[in-house]
């Protein structure tokens, strides 16, 4: 809190930005294309 | 099979699913391009599955990820030397609106201004700004000193508040305190010669 405190109004306004621009993707659905690859590649290590 | 059951219980890939969606956006403040990204992502789950056995168990595996992550960008964008005008940063976006009275930036402004910034101050910023990474674990994952990591934290901002035409709002109270010191100084010796 005290860093928070220190923080310049500019500084938190920037970070706020980021947060949003972060937020905005990690709120999207993960393709289904990833969960078949760890799948894959989970296959191809079982029949090693 | 050569691992026992209690390996495969533990088997620390079965945690890469979880940072998808953090690999995912910090693949895009890379790549600025949403495909790219994906391609990106999908790289790194094949070169971490692969060499899982480099990770240290315990130990942070975003960050591990995020490494595994940005030096196949860094690789990448070498061997295609398409991307070599963005190390300078490119011009400013053209912004679609001015800053609101108060200072403040509208969203579109502001991702429309970060994505021209270099890709060192992007991913720095990103990490240290957006998900909360110390400077020593930002400083960890990009594989440089933690005084690197703060000097492009730093000058990604400055360039942010320059795109942007940003104003402090602290340094304006500032300002207007130390002209109300000038106004008050000014007026109490008005008073003393009057």
Redesign the interface.
């Known amino acids: 809190m005290e860093r928070e405190k220190t923080k310049?109004?500019?500084?938190r306004?920037?970070?706020e930005?980021?947060?949003?621009?972060?937020k905005k993707?990690?709120?999207?659905d993960?393709?289904d294309?990833?969960?078949e690859?760890?799948k894959q590649?989970k296959e191809q290590d079982?029949t090693k | 099979m050569n691992r026992n059951a209690a390996d495969a219980a533990s088997d620390p890939r079965d945690e890469i699913v979880d940072h998808l969606p953090a690999m995912r956006a910090f693949a895009l403040s890379l790549t600025r391009n949403g495909t790219a990204a994906d391609d990106l992502v999908q790289d790194t789950i094949v070169k971490a599955w692969k060499n899982i056995d480099k990770f240290s168990a315990g130990t942070n595996m975003r960050a591990w990820l995020f490494t595994i992550l940005r030096n196949t960008f860094y690789s990448d964008r070498r061997k295609s030397k398409r991307e070599v005008a963005d190390v300078d940063g490119a011009m400013a976006a053209t912004l679609s609106q001015k800053p609101d009275h108060d200072g403040r930036m509208a969203l579109a402004d502001f991702e429309a201004v970060f994505t021209e910034l270099p890709s060192e101050q992007r991913e720095a910023l990103m990490l240290v700004g957006a998900m909360g990474f110390s400077y020593e674990e930002a400083a960890e994952t990009c594989e440089v000193a933690v005084g690197t990591i703060k000097s492009r934290v730093n000058r990604g901002r400055l360039r942010l508040t320059e795109l942007l035409g940003l104003v402090d709002d602290e340094e304006l109270e500032l300002t207007d305190k130390s002209t109300m010191a000038v106004v008050n100084a000014t007026l109490t010796s008005k008073r003393h010669i009057a």
Do not use: D, H, M, W
């Not at chain 1, 930005?17 to 972060?22: A, D, E, Q, S």
């Open positions: 310049s109004g500019l500084e306004q920037i970070e930005n980021l947060k949003k621009v972060y993707t990690i709120e999207e993960v393709p294309r990833f969960a690859l760890l590649l079982a």
